[in-house]
């Protein structure tokens, strides 16, 4: 059975990281970074990449739902593959219930090197507003804007230089009144999504039936 992923540039560093320990994996589909700020236009990329796809038997996209952006989708002639994580941080921690229970705990803004490489992101709005509006005024800005959390809190995946990018972002954690920390990342879902183990902790919706997110794996069994 043929396979093929789709994944997101944000977690490149990881999905590589994951790829070069195992034997085969399937061949990869970049999306571009960026899109996850608009769900629509995220949709509309990734079902013209699935169109794409004739020739296959699973697709699988190493995706969270971001935003709702997964709703919908639909494959012809393929079975569609989704963990069922809310986004990318979900799965870099290992699942939705890793995220609540750290939230619980101490409500964080999650960054790694892939966000602050690829995305629009928060450090690009500092920087920029540091520059139209100076220090005392950004500092009012992003205090206020970040001040429902407790935690800058960086995911240590094992990719790239957690302290470099702490020290890259200090200035912006002490404007915002944060603590930064940093937690482990369990990059287990993203090693089953390529090894073609996809248990419950996977969407599997069939040909020819549209993404739903509250769709049921024990209803897609009674078919």
């Known amino acids: 059975m043929r396979t093929v992923g789709i994944a997101c540039r944000t977690i490149e560093d990881e999905i590589n990281s994951v790829g070069k320990v195992l034997s085969d994996i399937c061949p990869l589909i970049w999306i571009e970074s960026g899109l996850h700020n608009y769900p629509s236009r995220l949709r509309d990329r990734l ?45 870099l921690l290992g699942g939705n219930e890793v995220r609540l229970e750290v939230s619980r705990q101490r409500p964080s803004y999650y960054l790694t090197d892939g966000w602050l490489r690829y995305e629009y992101n928060i450090f690009q709005e500092y920087l920029h507003c540091q520059e139209k509006y100076g220090s005392v005024r950004t500092q009012r800005i992003f205090g206020a804007m970040l001040e429902h959390y407790t935690t800058l809190n960086f995911i240590d995946t094992g990719t ?64």
């Open 160 to 223: 790239y230089s957690v302290e470099q990018l702490m020290a890259q972002t200090a200035e912006l954690a002490t404007a915002a009144n944060l603590q930064q920390e940093v937690i482990s990342g369990n990059l287990t879902l993203i090693a089953k999504a390529l090894r073609g183990e996809w248990d419950e902790d996977f969407l599997k919706v069939p040909p020819g039936v549209p993404v739903h997110i509250g769709y049921s794996v024990h209803k897609e069994e009674d078919r």
């Open 47 to 91: 079902q013209e990449e699935i169109d794409k796809l004739t020739d296959v038997d699973n697709i699988v996209l190493i995706f969270g739902y971001c935003g709702n952006s997964v709703e919908g989708l639909l494959s012809t002639n393929a079975q569609l593959v989704i963990p069922k994580v809310d986004d990318c941080i979900s799965m």
